[in-house]
C-alpha cells in the first residue's frame, strides 16, 4: 500500500495538479470522495492559476480545514485554533521552501505564457513541484498526528 507521500505524488504523476494531489490524498481520512476532492481543489492549481499561492499549499490547507476548520456559529476558540494551525503549517512550509508563492517556487510566473513556456522547457513542472507536493503532505502528515 502507498503512503501518503507515494499517494500525493501519484495523483501529480497522473495529470492532477499540486492542490489535487494534497486533497485526494487525505480525501477519505475525512468521509470526502476522492471525486469531490479532485474537482473542489481544482482551480486552486499553479496558485490558483496566477501563480499567487502554491496549489500544494492551498491543498494542504483544506486537509487541514478539514480536520481543525471551524464550523460551529459564534465558536471564536475554535476559529482561532484553526487559523493557528494555518499559521503554522504556512510557517513550516515557508522555513523549508522561503515562500509559499508559487511563481516564486518555480521562478516563472504561470500566468504569463512566456513565462510558462520556460517552465515547460525546463521542465520544472516536474522538478520543483513534486518538490512542494512531498514537503507539504509530510508537513500535513506531522500535523494531523
Known amino acids: 500500500m502507498m503512503n501518503k507521500v507515494e499517494k500525493s505524488l501519484n495523483y501529480f ?26 474537482k473542489v481543489a481544482t482551480q486552486f492549481g499553479g496558485g490558483a492559476r496566477k501563480g499567487e499561492m502554491c496549489g500544494a499549499v492551498s491543498g494542504a490547507l483544506m486537509v487541514l480545514g478539514l480536520k481543525y476548520g471551524h464550523y460551529h456559529y459564534g465558536a471564536v476558540e ?8 494555518a499559521e503554522d503549517f504556512m510557517n513550516r512550509f515557508i522555513e523549508k521552501n522561503g515562500t509559499v508563492v508559487c511563481r ?15 517552465i515547460k522547457e525546463l521542465d520544472l513542472f516536474h522538478i520543483i513541484c513534486p518538490k512542494m507536493i512531498q514537503c507539504a503532505t509530510e508537513i500535513v502528515e506531522q500535523m494531523l498526528q
Do not use: H, R, W
Open 104 to 118: 516564486e517556487l518555480l521562478g516563472y510566473d504561470v500566468s504569463k505564457p512566456e513565462d510558462k513556456e520556460k
Open 13 to 38: 504523476k497522473n495529470g492532477f495538479n499540486c492542490s489535487q494531489a494534497l486533497l485526494a490524498t487525505f480525501a477519505a481520512d475525512f468521509g470526502l470522495s476522492e471525486e469531490m476532492a479532485l
Open 78 to 85: 475554535e476559529k482561532t485554533n484553526a487559523y493557528i494551525i
